[in-house]
Every structure is written in structure tokens, then in C-alpha cells.
């Protein structure tokens, strides 16, 4: 089979992408070498939906984050997942330093940025009470807001998927080349793929196939940013999200609300050349607490950290987006440089990537398309009474798996079940939260093991954490029924 377009990778471009292009009739699949959506650059960062007043006037990254932001409130509605504008404060300690608040408001401006103001000293410390006391000065930026990674690029794969995307996991595209008759062939570890269109939305490694057709290269640089996730008993330290004024390497490591009621902090900015170097390390979480406690006061990170973090940016050496068809390569699309302000940014990057697609595909729309998509039932949300009845009619919501986050037998065989469903232990996480709790999976990773045994017929010894060779219980050490190991 030949397909019409072949995106590389299922991070949210790649699966924002795809959602637009199910839009219209082609045949379009994903690959994707982890073993889920969500599983590289787009799972690990810090949630923010920005605003838009950081990128360069003029820049695609200021461009495509200003319409993805706006885009955000009729998407999440459409996909059923929380999104919350909780506004972002960038905060100055130093006053000498408030015209840097100037330029950005100004900057903020020229990108279309609405409602921005310039906060005083005492509107500021009204607004955040935990602010350190040095804060001098802030600029106020009411739409920015704060979402789940997780819960957007999955919604949006679903989507796509349910509109007749195809999916492809465990299936590293390897390298590609477009014959003479205009088809590309992707050879992969799962064998050779053919298609008319490209889009490389490969993350850091969208370098490495930009690379091998065009001739003016680029390069992606890793940037590892560690984080902290605090309890939720600390989930109301701040309102907004906090960030200090930005230098080069970024927005600076902010602190923030999570949509789900923790805090986090982080990110830290450190330039590496390992594309898969995501462990922690000592030096960045020390550095990411000192530059935190700078402009929040008695921060309790020493205490109330539940677990430490590390993503990787895909940080191209113009740090800029580079979205568009390589000259030279006719029918291969670049989505690559994606780092922040991507999340934001996705659906617009999306709806651009795709528009750029169907520009050289000339596709029909589809009449039947479906662009709404119902997410996990959350029965937290509900009444005493509503939730009795929801348990006499599928007991299943009545066990309780993991403790720490209340989730429910329910709710994980629901994300099992439901399209691209969940296959590893992180993969429910991603999807209902279980194990991401106080205990960090300690009581409830049995539990989810079993039940993924049960519905997939995946024995114990290969149910993974993450794909790959993360598996949680690589051979019995007991005895089973009738002596058998």
C-alpha cells in the first residue's frame, strides 16, 4: 500500500497534524519507535499554555504560539480535557530590571498578545501573596493558561485515529528516499513504508531526516530541563504561573499550578548531545530549587516533592520553527525545531502542516468527519448518589486501584479499551493518572499489571513501564499453581 502522507513521529505536531489531515480523504498513517503516543520530547514539560509575548516579533514561534492559544478553548472542549487560564505573571526582583517587563509587554503586543498590563509592586504581591520579597514589578498575561501533555496529545491521536488515521508503535523509521515516480520509501525496523507525502515531525531527532534530503542542514541541539512535582497539598502555593524574566537559554524555571492540583517547578535550560539522556541529575534539581526560591518565598521543595523529571527540547541553532516543504525534496515536510512554545503552539502547527499537505495533495473533505472526542470518565467529579449509580451499573468504578489519585478499575479499562489504548504501566498513567500519586505507583503497579494481563493477554514478565526492555518483572521467583516456575 502506498499512503498519501506519512507523518514521522506522535508527539502532539505530529499527532496535531494528523487530526487536521483526518479531515480530509487521504490515507494517512503515523510511526512512531516508542511504544505510545506521547512517549518522546511531548511528555515531559511543563504544561504551560504560553501566552505568546516571549518569541521574537515577526517569528513563526510568535505567530503559530499566539494562534494556538487561541485555538486551545474550543479544542479542549471538543476533546474533553481540562484547560484552565489561569495567567502567568513574569516577575521582576530587581529594579533596575523593570524595562526588560517593558520590552516583553511591548513585544507581547506586536504579536497580538491580548489583555497584557504592567503590575506594580503591591497589585503583585495582592495577586501572589507567596511571591518573594524582592518582587518589584510583573508582567501580567491573563491568557496563559495551564493544561495535561499527556491528555492533549492522546486526545488528539484518538481523533485522528477514529477519523481513520492509522497508527504504526514500536516502528523506528530508519532512513527514506523518493524514487523516481515521486514516492517516498521509509525503511523502518518493522519493514519498508511508501508514500506520497512526508511530514518529519521526529522531535530531536527531526534533524537527522531533514538531513538526509536537503541540502542547507540544520542542526538540534538536546536541551535537558529538569523538573520537580511537588504534592497537592502545595497545589495552591501560587495561582499564576510564575516565571522570572528570560535570558537566552529560555523563560527561565517557573513555578506553577498543575491542572491536576499539584505544583511544579522546573524547567532547567542545559544543552547536551545524548538524544536519549532523560535521567535527572543531582546538580540540575540543586539548581532548579536555587533559581525557584528566587522569586517564590519558602518554597517547601525539600519536602513536599513527590518525584523528579527530565524532558528534552528540540532546540534548532536559529531557535526558530522550521515548518515548510524542503525545495529540493518535493513532498517532504519539515515539522521540526518544535521546543517551546510547542505544546502551545501545536494545534495551530497542525492545522499549518496539514494545510501545507492538502496545498500539494489537492484532497476532498470529508462529509462525515468527527472532530469531538469523549474522554476517560472521571468519576471524581460526581455526586455521592451519581457515583452509586454509576458503580450498580459497572462495579469496576467501585475498586479503587491506585490510592493516592482515587482512580478506578473503571477508568484504566477504559483507557485500555478505547482507541490507541494504553499497553504499558505508563501508558495508564498517562491516561487516568494511576500511579502518579503521593506513592509514585508503589501500591497500585501490581494492580494495573494484573489487569493488563487480563485484557490484553500480555503475560506479566513482558508488561513494560515504558516499552522497549523497561519491563517491571522479568521472571518469576515464585512457584505457581501445581509447582510450575
Request: net charge negative; aromatic share 4%; with cysteine.
Given at each position: 500500500?502506498?499512503y498519501d502522507?506519512i507523518?514521522?513521529g506522535?508527539?502532539?505536531?505530529?499527532?496535531?497534524?494528523?487530526?487536521?489531515?483526518?479531515?480530509?480523504?487521504?490515507?494517512?498513517?503515523?510511526?512512531?519507535?516508542?511504544?505510545?503516543?506521547?512517549?518522546?520530547?511531548?511528555k515531559?514539560?511543563?504544561?504551560i499554555?504560553?501566552?505568546?509575548?516571549?518569541?521574537a516579533?515577526?517569528?513563526?514561534?510568535?505567530?503559530?504560539?499566539?494562534?494556538?492559544?487561541?485555538?486551545?478553548?474550543?479544542?479542549?472542549?471538543?476533546?474533553?480535557?481540562?484547560f484552565?487560564?489561569?495567567?502567568?505573571?513574569?516577575?521582576?526582583?530587581?529594579?533596575e530590571?523593570?524595562?526588560?517587563?517593558?520590552?516583553?509587554?511591548?513585544?507581547?503586543?506586536?504579536?497580538?498578545?491580548?489583555?497584557?498590563?504592567?503590575?506594580?509592586?503591591?497589585e503583585?504581591?495582592?495577586?501572589?501573596?507567596?511571591?518573594?520579597d524582592?518582587?518589584?514589578?510583573?508582567?501580567?498575561?491573563?491568557?496563559?493558561?495551564?493544561?495535561?501533555?499527556?491528555?492533549?496529545?492522546?486526545?488528539?491521536?484518538?481523533?485522528?485515529?477514529?477519523?481513520?488515521?492509522d497508527?504504526?508503535?514500536?516502528?523506528?523509521?530508519?532512513?527514506?528516499?523518493?524514487?523516481?515516480?515521486?514516492?517516498?520509501?521509509?525503511?523502518?525496523?518493522n519493514g519498508?513504508?511508501?508514500?506520497r507525502?512526508?511530514?518529519?515531525?521526529?522531535?530531536?531527532?527531526?534533524?537527522?531526516?531533514?538531513n538526509?534530503?536537503?541540502?542547507?542542514?540544520?542542526?538540534?541541539?538536546p536541551?535537558r530541563?529538569?523538573?520537580?512535582?511537588?504534592?497537592?497539598?502545595?497545589?495552591?502555593?501560587?495561582?499564576?504561573t510564575?516565571?522570572?524574566?528570560?535570558?537566552?537559554?529560555?523563560k527561565?524555571?517557573?513555578?506553577?499550578?498543575?491542572?491536576?492540583?499539584?505544583?511544579?517547578?522546573?524547567?532547567?535550560a542545559?544543552?547536551?548531545?545524548?538524544?536519549?539522556?532523560?535521567?535527572?541529575?543531582?546538580a540540575?534539581?540543586?539548581?532548579?530549587?536555587?533559581?525557584?526560591?528566587?522569586?517564590?518565598?519558602?518554597?517547601?521543595?525539600?519536602?513536599?516533592?513527590?518525584?523528579?523529571?527530565?524532558?528534552?527540547?528540540?532546540?534548532?541553532?536559529?531557535?526558530?520553527?522550521?515548518?515548510?516543504?524542503?525545495?529540493?525534496?518535493?513532498?517532504?515536510?519539515?515539522?521540526?525545531?518544535?521546543?517551546?512554545?510547542?505544546?502551545?503552539?501545536?494545534?495551530?502547527?497542525?492545522?499549518?502542516?496539514?494545510?501545507?499537505?492538502?496545498?500539494?495533495?489537492?484532497?476532498?473533505?470529508?462529509?462525515?468527519?468527527?472532530?469531538?472526542?469523549?474522554?476517560i470518565?472521571?468519576?471524581?467529579?460526581m455526586?455521592?448518589?451519581?457515583?452509586?449509580?454509576?458503580?450498580?451499573?459497572?462495579?469496576?468504578?467501585?475498586q479503587?486501584?491506585?490510592r493516592?489519585?482515587?482512580i478506578?478499575?473503571?477508568?484504566?479499562?477504559?483507557?485500555?479499551?478505547?482507541?490507541l489504548?494504553?499497553r504499558?504501566?505508563?501508558?495508564?498513567?498517562?491516561?487516568?493518572?494511576?500511579?502518579?500519586?503521593?506513592?509514585?505507583?508503589?501500591?497500585?503497579?501490581?494492580?494495573?499489571?494484573?489487569?493488563i494481563?487480563r485484557?490484553?493477554?500480555?503475560?506479566?514478565?513482558?508488561?513494560?513501564?515504558s516499552?522497549?526492555?523497561?519491563?517491571?518483572?522479568?521472571?518469576?521467583?515464585?512457584?505457581?499453581?501445581?509447582?510450575?516456575?
Open positions: 500500500m502506498t502522507c507523518i514521522i506522535a508527539g502532539v505536531s505530529g499527532s496535531a497534524t494528523a487530526r487536521e489531515l483526518s479531515k480530509y480523504d487521504l490515507n494517512v498513517c503515523v510511526l512512531e519507535k516508542g511504544e505510545d503516543v506521547c512517549s518522546g520530547t511531548s515531559a514539560n511543563s504544561a499554555v504560553h501566552a505568546g509575548f516571549d518569541a516579533e515577526g517569528s513563526l514561534m510568535a505567530k503559530l504560539n499566539v494562534e494556538g492559544n487561541e485555538m486551545m478553548d474550543e479544542l479542549c472542549a471538543d476533546l474533553d480535557i481540562p484552565d487560564r489561569n495567567g502567568s505573571l513574569v516577575v521582576c526582583i530587581h529594579e530590571e523593570k524595562g526588560g517587563l517593558q520590552e516583553l509587554y511591548d513585544r507581547g503586543i506586536a504579536n497580538g498578545v491580548k489583555e497584557l498590563r504592567l503590575l506594580n509592586k503591591e503583585l504581591h495582592e495577586m501572589e501573596p507567596n511571591l518573594a524582592e518582587a518589584c514589578a510583573a508582567l501580567y498575561a491573563p491568557t496563559g493558561g495551564i493544561i495535561c501533555p499527556f491528555m492533549l496529545n492522546i486526545a488528539m491521536a484518538e481523533n485522528a485515529a477514529v477519523n481513520g488515521v497508527f504504526f508503535f514500536n516502528t523506528e523509521a530508519e532512513t527514506l528516499h523518493r524514487d523516481e515516480d515521486g514516492i517516498w520509501h521509509i525503511r523502518t525496523n519498508e513504508y511508501k508514500t507525502y512526508v511530514v518529519n515531525a521526529a522531535g530531536i531527532y527531526s534533524d537527522v531526516f531533514h538526509m534530503v536537503a541540502d542547507k542542514k540544520i542542526h538540534i541541539t536541551r530541563g529538569d523538573y520537580c512535582l511537588l504534592d497537592k497539598e502545595m497545589g495552591s502555593f501560587v495561582k499564576h510564575i516565571f522570572p524574566q528570560p535570558t537566552k537559554l529560555g527561565g524555571v517557573l513555578v506553577s499550578p498543575t491542572i491536576h492540583g499539584n505544583l511544579i517547578v522546573g524547567p532547567t542545559i544543552d547536551i548531545e545524548d538524544k536519549e539522556a532523560t535521567a535527572t541529575t543531582a540540575g534539581i540543586n539548581d532548579l530549587i536555587a533559581k525557584a526560591g528566587m522569586h517564590v518565598n519558602n518554597l517547601p521543595v525539600a519536602r513536599k516533592v513527590i518525584t523528579s523529571f527530565a524532558g528534552l527540547r528540540a532546540h534548532e541553532d536559529a531557535h526558530e520553527f522550521v515548518i515548510g516543504e524542503v525545495k529540493e525534496a518535493p513532498g517532504f515536510i519539515d515539522c521540526a525545531g518544535i521546543e517551546s512554545p510547542g505544546l502551545t503552539s501545536s494545534p495551530a502547527i497542525g492545522r499549518m502542516v496539514a494545510g501545507i499537505v492538502c496545498d500539494l495533495a489537492k484532497p476532498e473533505k470529508k462529509a462525515d468527519w468527527n472532530g469531538k472526542r469523549k474522554g470518565l472521571n468519576p471524581s467529579g455526586s455521592v448518589e451519581e457515583r452509586n449509580e454509576l458503580i450498580k451499573k459497572d462495579p469496576a468504578y467501585g479503587i486501584i491506585c493516592c489519585e482515587s478506578s478499575e473503571g477508568e484504566i479499562l477504559d483507557a485500555i479499551r478505547r482507541p489504548g494504553a504499558s504501566l505508563d501508558g495508564v498513567k498517562r491516561r487516568t493518572r494511576a500511579g502518579m500519586g503521593r506513592c509514585q505507583a508503589g501500591f497500585c503497579s501490581p494492580r494495573v499489571m494484573e489487569i494481563n485484557e490484553l493477554g500480555i503475560p506479566t514478565e513482558k508488561i513494560t513501564k516499552g522497549g526492555k523497561s519491563v517491571i518483572a522479568p521472571e518469576r521467583t515464585k512457584a505457581g499453581k501445581g509447582g510450575e516456575a
